[in-house]
């Protein structure tokens, strides 16, 4: 079987892209006709986002556009199907999700650029994700106080054992790295000075 050349991939992967998009736009076309109307911005969004994607994916191999490209298009996409009743959000509940999405993002980004998931991406995703899940319950009221009055409250509680975890995944990782889900290249990434620090 002939091998398929670059040109053509780009060219498929476009072709991908497009209809990937022309698909979800109609999807909010079709559910705007319930009496919802499809906002120009977040359809711009999308746009933009499939188009800085696309660059990451076949001309600027840089890891940030492929992480922005695909985090503006998922936030358009959600813009899109909450305006459009598509989704039972309303657009105060966007902050959250955007924020959960920013961490399945990242995630994704790791994958794109190392082809695996490795831990110095895996824990700020989860703990994004893990944010904008508790700020999703605070939106949708499921937590009965107000964000201000537990931030208030509880906030310095939250930023102590944050920072401790932090302390202590750093400590583990430092004299237990055989059980901490990095993997043995990242410390090969290191310059001399940090593998002597590590031990390496």
Same mark, same amino acid.
């Given at each position: 079987?002939?091998?398929?050349?670059?040109?053509?991939?780009?060219?498929?992967?476009?072709?991908?892209?497009?209809?990937?998009?022309?698909?979800?736009?109609?999807?909010?076309?079709?559910?705007?006709?319930?009496?919802?109307?499809?906002?120009?911005?977040?359809?711009?969004?999308?746009?933009?986002?499939?188009?800085?994607?696309?660059?990451?994916?076949?001309?600027?191999?840089?890891?940030?556009?492929?992480?922005?490209?695909?985090?503006?298009?998922?936030?358009?996409?959600?813009?899109?199907?909450?305006?459009?009743?598509?989704?039972?959000?309303?657009?105060?509940?966007?902050?959250?999700?955007?924020?959960?999405?920013?961490?399945?993002?990242?995630?994704?980004?790791?994958?794109?650029?190392?082809?695996?998931?490795?831990?110095?991406? @895996?824990?700020?995703? *989860?703990?994004?994700?893990? =944010?904008? %899940? /508790? +700020? !999703?319950?605070?939106?949708?009221?499921?937590?009965?106080?107000?964000?201000?009055?537990?931030?208030?409250?509880?906030?310095? @509680?939250?930023?102590? *054992?944050?920072?401790?975890? =932090?302390? %202590? /995944? +750093? !400590?583990?990782?430092?004299?237990?790295?055989?059980?901490?889900?990095?993997?043995?290249?990242?410390?090969?990434?290191?310059?001399?000075?940090?593998?002597?620090?590590?031990?390496?």
């Amino acid at each position: 079987m002939k091998k398929i050349t670059v040109p053509v991939l780009n060219i498929l992967l476009a072709a991908g892209v497009v209809l990937i998009l022309a698909g979800l736009l109609l999807i909010s076309h079709f559910s705007a006709g319930f009496g919802a109307e499809v906002p120009t911005g977040s359809i711009i969004l999308m746009i933009f986002g499939a188009v800085i994607f696309y660059l990451a994916m076949t001309v600027i191999h840089w890891a940030v556009l492929f992480f922005l490209g695909l985090l503006v298009f998922c936030i358009g996409l959600c813009m899109t199907f909450v305006f459009t009743n598509v989704l039972p959000f309303g657009p105060e509940h966007l902050w959250p999700i955007s924020l959960l999405l920013c961490g399945i993002c990242l995630l994704l980004t790791c994958v794109f650029k190392h082809q695996k998931i490795r831990g110095v991406y @895996l824990i700020p995703s *989860l703990l994004i994700v893990l =944010l904008g %899940g /508790v +700020f !999703l319950l605070f939106s949708f009221g499921v937590i009965k106080i107000s964000l201000s009055s537990f931030v208030a409250k509880w906030g310095p @509680l939250v930023l102590i *054992l944050a920072g401790a975890a =932090l302390v %202590g /995944v +750093f !400590l583990w990782q430092r004299n237990f790295k055989e059980f901490f889900p990095y993997d043995t290249d990242e410390l090969s990434d290191l310059t001399d000075e940090e593998n002597e620090f590590y031990g390496e």
